[in-house]
Each structure stands twice: as C-alpha cells, then as structure tokens.
C-alpha cells in the first residue's frame, strides 16, 4: 500500500489545512532547532574559538589516525565475521548432527547476548593489552553469527532443483556448495549482508568502553583534554566526529542499496532481497528473504503487500 | 560461584536495574516510533521527510554516539544534573523508535488496499482510517519484528552500563575491577540477560496467539 491510499486527493479545504500543519510542524521543528541551537550558543559552545581547535594540526592528526583505527577494526571485524558466517552457516546446514549442534548452540547463545559483554569478556579474559583485536574479536563472533543466520536464509531461498540438478550431474557435497548454492545465496543476499556491515561498523564504537583509541574514544580525549574559555569542547567535538560517522555509515548504506536496484534490474537469477538494517538481529524470519521465483523473474517486485487482498488472511 | 553469592545485592540491583532501563525506554520507542510512523504516511510533506530524515539519522548514528550526545549534549541545552537513568532511556527510546518506526510501516504496508480504501470512501480522514481501521490490522504483522526489536533494546542496554548506570554489564565491570575472574562473572551475566530475553519472547509469543485468536 503506497501512502497516498491512506488519504484522498486533498480537495481545497483539504489543501489549507495540509498547508497549515505543514506551517505548524516545520515552524515547531525550527524552533526547536533554534531554541536549542541558542541555548547552546548562551553557554559559550558554539563560540568560535570551540570550532578553531580543528584547524589544529596535532587535532587534525588525531582524528585521521582514529579515523584509520576505526577502519582497522571494522575491516578486521568485516573479515573475521565473513569467514565465521560462511562456517558457521555450512556448519549448520550440515549432514553431520553434532557439527550442527555445535553451530546452533554457538549462533543462538553468542546472538542473544549482549555485545557488549563479549567484547569486554574477551578484552579482560585474553586480550587485555590488544585491545584492537578484542574489539575485532567480539564483532567477529557476534556478527559471523547474524551472518550466518543471512546466509542460511539465503541458501535455503535458492530454488531446490538447483541442487538437485547439480547432485544429479555427480557433483559432491562441496562442490554443490561453493559452486551453485553459495554463490546464489550470497548474490541475493549482498544488500542485507552490507546491511549488517553497516551494523558492524556503528558498533566498532563499543570500543570507546574498552579503551581502543576509535573515533568515539578519540573525541572524549580530544574534548577532555583540551580547554577552551574555560569549558571543555564537547559539543563541537561530538558534532564533528558524529558528522564523520554518519557519512561512513551512509555511505556504505547507499552501497548497499545501489546493489539492491541494480540486482532487481537483472532479469536472471533469483531476486534480491531488500537490504533492511534490523534492530541489530535480524532473524530468518524477519529477513524478507528473496522469494525464489526461478529464471525470469519477472513477478513483479511486490514490496510489502501491495499485492492486493491476498496478503496472509 | 561465590561471585554470585558474595555479591548477590549488587547482582540483583542490576538485574533490576536492566529490567528498569528497558521497560521505560520500550515504551518511550513504541509511542515515538508508532506517531514517526504516523508522520512518514501522512499527506503534509514537511511532516513526511521529518520522518525520514529522523529515521535515516538515528539509524545511522552508532548508539554509543547518541549516548555521549545525549549525557554532554542535551544536558547544556535542557538543564544539567539529570539522572543517567533519564538520559540513557531516553537516548536508547530515541534510538529504538527509529527501529519501531520502519517495523510499524512496514506492517501498514500489509494490510490489503482495499481496508483502507473502504475506509476513505465512507469518508474517513486521514487519521480516522489510520487509528481504527488501519494500525489494529498491522498490530498483528508488527508484532514479531518488534519482538526482536525489543529484544535489541535490550542487549543495547548493556551500554548503558558503561554510562554509570547500575545494570548488568555494570555489576560485570565492577567484579572483574573488583579481582574476579571474567568467565563465572561473564556466564552469571549472560544467564541474567538471557531470563530477560526470554521472557520478552514469550511475553510476544503469548501475545501473537492471543492476537491470532481474536481474528
């Protein structure tokens, strides 16, 4: 259902209305945008001298070196995750019971814990001095377990004759994997897995609570450290490195939907699922998975249920 | 063991202590997120991209960003000296209801066309079709994925902790300063957060049934 079936085709008193909340709302988000903005500018943050601190050199340094210890951690986090998802999602799909209870169990306890506590666990327990690396740690297993939940939802939506054909041409169990399921899963499955990559990253910030020197625990130092008329600059600071998240974060956002559009122009293959950044686990069943809708793939791309009254009554 | 036993007082202040934090700042996402959702299907277009913009933004911005914006940030614009309990349900509500917000969308995408079109052409206004008619038929579809948004909330409430909050991952920092070893303090903790989310599961279970009964 698209909005516009919520509502009529405003009429004219319609439009005066419409146009007088429009007024209302924007004038109310203003204000309050400026009240803050003033209220801010009255305790001296937005004073010029609070923003001159970037033009330091010693300052710029830091944060691009932050920048680099985010990246560092992400790119090992982004890896490690990869290559544990992949494992653990073949572990769990695998013919041998015990390995699939080994991957169960690990997916199930290390995706209903908290974050958090893994990252510290695995930082007071292992690694307390190579803080980068329990970061990178914690994501990894956290994560690998989110995606191997993905890529599970992904093998499982490829067509069935798809490996029956490839069992039936004498392929082996690995073979029938990495050269016809798993590519699939993972082509149908690219804008969820940057999803969650997007996920990844936002929570390299947990390293500020371990002490890693990312971009967050940069900019406590930065604003803890330097003093300007009297007060320390938080505001500005976090306004900075907040705008340096966002972009990143965006960006790789916008990666993942540019795929997504390209994927539903091909005509081959199973679809694409939408890239939907879940409150942090996504389940199988929350993934829109692609509905296996073989070669053509021409069923119109129905989003939500637009697809009239026979949505699940 | 004697983790546990020694200081159990402390344990269960912060069981309490999470419990508390996610109760208040579910409920602060649900009504944020259910009027934002409201605003993103509305005919007044200001309205419209201040939802989007609201969505795109929280999502994007890593919570323990918008918890250091919101314990250095909004204390200097509203008043200073507010309890880390308020700040951080609220940073987390604030967070979560951009989550609530896509999830209660995409449940009114679900309801079939012609609810809503039955409603417009007995003359119902915009917000009539989408309080009687429309948002009690997509409950029922908002239901799971809030379930696991919920459940989220609260391992994210887990950061909390780290912003002198008395919860669980609190009283785990405390023992491993205080000289215990990590894994009894770790397994305790987990075991803690896992009755939570539990117990959120089932309650959403109980409710799913409840709601397919009704139908």
Request: proline share 5%; charged share 15%; aromatic share 10%.
């Amino acid at each position: 259902m698209s909005a516009s079936v919520l509502y009529d085709a405003p009429g004219p008193k319609a439009v005066v209305r419409n146009r007088i909340y429009a007024v209302v709302g924007s004038l109310a988000i203003v204000v309050l945008i400026a009240v803050s903005i003033m209220r801010l500018a009255d305790k001296g943050h937005l004073a010029p001298e609070m923003w001159d601190i970037f033009n330091y050199a010693g300052i710029r340094q830091n944060i691009a070196d932050a920048v680099l210890a985010t990246l560092k951690a992400f790119g090992l986090a982004a890896v490690g995750s990869l290559v544990l998802g992949v494992l653990l999602a073949v572990g769990r799909l695998s013919d041998h019971k015990p390995i699939r209870w080994v991957a169960t169990t690990f997916i199930e306890l290390f995706r209903s814990l908290p974050l958090l506590i893994t990252i510290y666990a695995i930082w007071v327990g292992f690694l307390t001095d190579y803080s980068m690396w329990a970061l990178a740690a914690g994501l990894s297993v956290y994560n690998g377990c989110v995606q191997a939940e993905v890529l599970r939802a992904g093998i499982n939506s490829v067509p069935k004759g798809q490996s029956e054909a490839a069992y039936a041409l004498g392929m082996s169990k690995t073979q029938v994997m990495t050269t016809v399921l798993m590519p699939q899963a993972i082509r149908s499955m690219l804008p969820t897995i940057i999803s969650q990559l997007v996920v990844t990253l936002k929570d390299t910030s947990l390293g500020f609570i371990i002490l890693y020197p990312e971009l967050l625990q940069t900019a406590r130092l930065i604003a803890s450290n330097t003093q300007v008329n009297g007060q320390y600059p938080y505001v500005s600071t976090i306004v900075v490195i907040g705008t340096i998240y966002i972009a990143m974060c965006l960006l790789l956002s916008a990666l993942a939907t540019w795929i997504e559009k390209r994927g539903r122009r091909a005509k081959t293959g199973i679809k694409v699922a939408p890239g939907v950044q879940t409150a942090d686990i996504p389940t199988v069943e929350d993934i829109p998975g692609p509905r296996a809708g073989g070669a053509g793939g021409a069923g119109p791309t129905v989003d939500g249920g637009a697809g009239a009254g026979v949505t699940k009554d | 063991m004697n983790v546990l036993l020694d200081n159990f007082p402390a344990f269960r202040d912060g069981f309490i202590g999470t419990v508390s934090i996610t109760a208040v700042s579910s409920l602060i996402a649900l009504v944020l997120g259910v009027v934002v959702a409201g605003f993103r299907v509305s005919p007044v277009p200001p309205l419209r991209y201040f939802g989007t913009a609201w969505v795109t933004l929280m999502r994007n911005t890593p919570l323990t960003l918008l918890f250091l914006i919101f314990f250095f940030v909004v204390p200097e614009i509203l008043f200073p000296g507010m309890s880390p309990f308020v700040l951080g349900s609220l940073a987390l509500g604030f967070y979560t209801s951009s989550f609530v917000c896509e999830a209660v969308r995409s449940g009114i995408n679900t309801v079939p066309l012609g609810q809503a079109e039955a409603a417009r052409s007995i003359g119902m206004t915009f917000a009539q079709t989408l309080q009687i008619v429309v948002l009690p038929q997509a409950t029922r579809t908002v239901i799971p994925p809030l379930s696991s948004i919920f459940i989220a909330l609260t391992k994210n409430s887990a950061i909390a902790g780290a912003f002198s909050n008395a919860e669980l991952f609190g009283w785990q920092k405390l023992m491993s300063d205080k000289g215990y070893d990590i894994v009894p303090v770790f397994i305790w903790v987990a075991i803690g957060y896992l009755i939570i989310t539990f117990t959120i599961s089932g309650l959403f279970r109980l409710l799913e049934r409840r709601m397919e009964v009704a139908r």
